[in-house]
């Protein structure tokens, strides 16, 4: 047998065994990140409250979310500006939540009006489409990491 042919049926041997292998990590890769954590999110979240912008003003803000079968729907109101954004609600391995946003708009914000780097990065961010944002857990409360948003159960004596 010359070298090619060694070459070809070792070749052939890795693709039976490394095709099968792939599919099953793929599979199992899709389980975990596609999770259904509805029933353990399903219900409404809100916070109101003012933000601290870097001049040292402070801007009224109200957030409202909103899971229902795997699915999100938000809205935040930050003076002039509102931000609606809906998506899917995934889980990873290991149970942490993400929102991956499918829509979303700003609404009512124009040129002169004049609001905080961070605070504009947060609100286009949080309606950008594919945009994925972390939630972690805080008592009743969940936070959004890449946002900076804080959302808490509405039968929580404490949110706001």
């Known amino acids: 047998m010359n070298s090619q042919n060694e070459t070809g049926a070792v070749g052939k041997r890795m693709l039976r065994v490394m095709a099968p ?14 999770g259904n954590a509805s029933s353990k999110f399903d219900g409404r979240y809100s916070s109101t409250g003012q933000v601290l912008l870097s001049d040292g003003s402070t801007v009224k803000v109200s957030q409202s979310l909103v899971f229902n079968k795997g699915r ?13 954004a809906s998506g899917r609600l995934e889980t990873d391995l290991l149970g942490r939540a993400s929102l991956v946003v499918e ?40 936070y959004g990491v890449q946002t900076q948003q804080v959302y808490c159960a509405d039968d929580h004596p404490h949110r706001g």
Not at 107 to 130: I, R, T, V, W
Request: aromatic fraction near 10%; proline fraction near 3%.
């Open 21 to 34: 292998a792939a599919l099953l990590l793929w599979a199992f890769v899709a389980m975990g990140t596609s």
């Open 72 to 84: 999100f729907y938000t809205m935040t109101r930050n003076s002039p500006a509102i931000v609606e």
């Open 103 to 142: 829509e979303g708009q700003v609404h009512g914000l124009g040129p002169q009006d004049q609001l905080d780097d961070e605070l504009m990065f947060n609100l286009f961010y949080g309606s950008h489409k594919g945009a994925r944002i972390t939630l972690e857990q805080v008592g009743a409360c969940l």
